[in-house]
C-alpha cells in the first residue's frame, strides 16, 4: 500500500535537497571567482612594483590579449611599460585608457606624461588641456609644472611646483625638478635651496646632491655640502665640482678637485681622464 503523504514528502525533500545543492555549487563558483580576483589583484600589484618591468610588460600584455577592455589592466600595462624605459608604446596604451567609457581625468595626466617622457610636448599640452580645471592630483601638477618649464614660464611653473609639493608626503622628485628648473635660469641660490630640501626627504637622492653640487659650484662654492654620502659618491661628486670649476677658469681649483676625487675612488677614475678634462 502506497502512502501519498510519504511520496510527497520524498518529493518534496528531493526538490529542496536539488534547490540547496544548486544553491551550494552557486555559492561555491562565486566565493572561487572572489578568491581568484584577489589572487589576480594580488599579482598585478606585484608585478606593478617588484616585478621585473619586462616580465610586467610581458604578463600585462597576456592578460589584457585575454581580457579585452579592461582598464585596470591597461593602467597596468601602461605603468609597466614606462618603467620598462618604453614611453612611446605607453602612451599608445594610456591613449586608450584615456578613452575608454571608464576613464578618469587621471587617465589622461597618465598619457600626458608618457607623451612627456617620449618627448612629445606640444601633445602633451594639448591631453593637459583636456582635463577638467576641478581634478586637481600631484601628478597633474607636476606635468603642468614640467609643461610651463619647457615654455620657460617661470611664474607658472613655480606655482605649480609648489602645488605638487603640497599635494604629496614624498616630494624630492619633484623638488629636485624645481632646483634643476632653478638652476636653468640662473638662480643658483633658489636651486641651492630647493636640492637641499629634497634631500631632507630622500637622502639617497644621488641626482640631487649632484644638481646641489652643480648650483653650489655656480655660486664658487667648492667644498662638498654636508649631506649624507658613501665614498664612490663623495668621489663623483668631487668629480662634478672639479668639471664645474674648470668651466668657469677656475682652473688650478678644478684640477685640485679632480686629483681629490681620484684619490678619493681610484677605480672610477684614471690620471688620462683626469688630464683630458683638465683641457676643458
Same mark, same amino acid.
Given at each position: 500500500?502506497?502512502?501519498? @503523504?510519504?511520496?510527497?514528502?520524498?518529493? $518534496?525533500?528531493? $526538490? !529542496?535537497?536539488?534547490?540547496?545543492? *544548486?544553491?551550494?555549487?552557486?555559492? $561555491?563558483?562565486?566565493?572561487? *571567482?572572489?578568491?581568484?580576483?584577489?589572487? %589576480?589583484?594580488?599579482?598585478?600589484?606585484? &608585478?606593478?612594483?617588484?616585478?621585473?618591468? @619586462?616580465?610586467?610588460?610581458?604578463?600585462?600584455?597576456?592578460?589584457?590579449?585575454?581580457?579585452?577592455?579592461?582598464?585596470?589592466? &591597461?593602467?597596468?600595462?601602461?605603468?609597466?611599460?614606462?618603467? #620598462?624605459?618604453?614611453?612611446?608604446?605607453?602612451?599608445?596604451?594610456?591613449?586608450? !585608457?584615456?578613452?575608454?567609457?571608464?576613464?578618469?581625468?587621471?587617465?589622461?595626466? &597618465?598619457?600626458?606624461?608618457?607623451?612627456?617622457?617620449?618627448?612629445?610636448?606640444?601633445? #602633451?599640452?594639448?591631453?593637459?588641456?583636456?582635463?577638467?580645471?576641478?581634478?586637481?592630483?600631484?601628478?597633474?601638477?607636476?606635468?603642468? !609644472?614640467?609643461?610651463?618649464? =619647457?615654455?620657460?614660464?617661470?611664474?607658472?611653473?613655480? =606655482?605649480?611646483?609648489?602645488?605638487?609639493? @603640497? +599635494?604629496?608626503?614624498?616630494?624630492?622628485?619633484?623638488?629636485?625638478?624645481?632646483?634643476?628648473? *632653478?638652476?636653468?635660469?640662473?638662480? /643658483?641660490?633658489?636651486?641651492?635651496?630647493?636640492?637641499?630640501?629634497?634631500?631632507?626627504?630622500?637622502?639617497?637622492?644621488?641626482?640631487? *646632491?649632484?644638481?646641489?653640487? +652643480?648650483?653650489?659650484?655656480?655660486?664658487?662654492?667648492?667644498?662638498?655640502?654636508?649631506?649624507?654620502?658613501?665614498?664612490?659618491?663623495?668621489?663623483?661628486?668631487?668629480?662634478? &665640482?672639479? +668639471?664645474?670649476?674648470?668651466?668657469?677658469?677656475?682652473?688650478?681649483?678644478?684640477?685640485?678637485? +679632480?686629483? %681629490?676625487? $681620484?684619490?678619493?675612488?681610484?677605480?672610477?677614475?684614471?690620471? %688620462?681622464?683626469? /688630464?683630458?678634462?683638465?683641457?676643458?
Amino acid at each position: 500500500m502506497r502512502h501519498p @503523504g510519504l511520496v510527497a514528502l520524498c518529493l $518534496v525533500g528531493t $526538490v !529542496a535537497l536539488s534547490a540547496c545543492q *544548486k544553491t551550494t555549487d552557486e555559492q $561555491v563558483e562565486r566565493a572561487l *571567482k572572489d578568491v581568484n580576483v584577489i589572487d %589576480e589583484s594580488n599579482l598585478n600589484d606585484v &608585478m606593478l612594483t617588484i616585478a621585473d618591468p @619586462g616580465e610586467a610588460v610581458d604578463y600585462f600584455t597576456r592578460t589584457l590579449q585575454e581580457n579585452p577592455g579592461r582598464i585596470d589592466l &591597461m593602467r597596468g600595462l601602461g605603468r609597466s611599460l614606462i618603467r #620598462a624605459q618604453k614611453p612611446t608604446e605607453a602612451a599608445l596604451v594610456w591613449r586608450q !585608457a584615456a578613452d575608454h567609457p571608464d576613464a578618469t581625468p587621471e587617465d589622461r595626466v &597618465m598619457l600626458a606624461d608618457a607623451l612627456i617622457r617620449a618627448n612629445q610636448w606640444p601633445e #602633451a599640452k594639448a591631453e593637459l588641456n583636456k582635463i577638467p580645471p576641478t581634478h586637481e592630483s600631484f601628478d597633474r601638477y607636476r606635468i603642468e !609644472a614640467m609643461v610651463a618649464d =619647457s615654455e620657460k614660464n617661470w611664474k607658472k611653473a613655480d =606655482s605649480f611646483y609648489e602645488i605638487a609639493t @603640497g +599635494l604629496t608626503t614624498t616630494p624630492a622628485h619633484v623638488l629636485n625638478n624645481w632646483g634643476y628648473s *632653478k638652476l636653468t635660469r640662473g638662480d /643658483d641660490a633658489g636651486a641651492e635651496k630647493l636640492f637641499t630640501e629634497a634631500l631632507t626627504y630622500d637622502p639617497a637622492l644621488f641626482t640631487a *646632491k649632484n644638481n646641489l653640487v +652643480l648650483a653650489r659650484a655656480a655660486q664658487r662654492k667648492y667644498d662638498l655640502p654636508v649631506v649624507r654620502m658613501t665614498q664612490t659618491e663623495r668621489a663623483e661628486l668631487l668629480y662634478t &665640482m672639479g +668639471l664645474a670649476a674648470i668651466k668657469q677658469g677656475d682652473i688650478s681649483t678644478g684640477k685640485g678637485l +679632480l686629483q %681629490e676625487a $681620484v684619490d678619493t675612488h681610484p677605480q672610477h677614475f684614471g690620471l %688620462e681622464a683626469l /688630464d683630458a678634462n683638465v683641457q676643458l
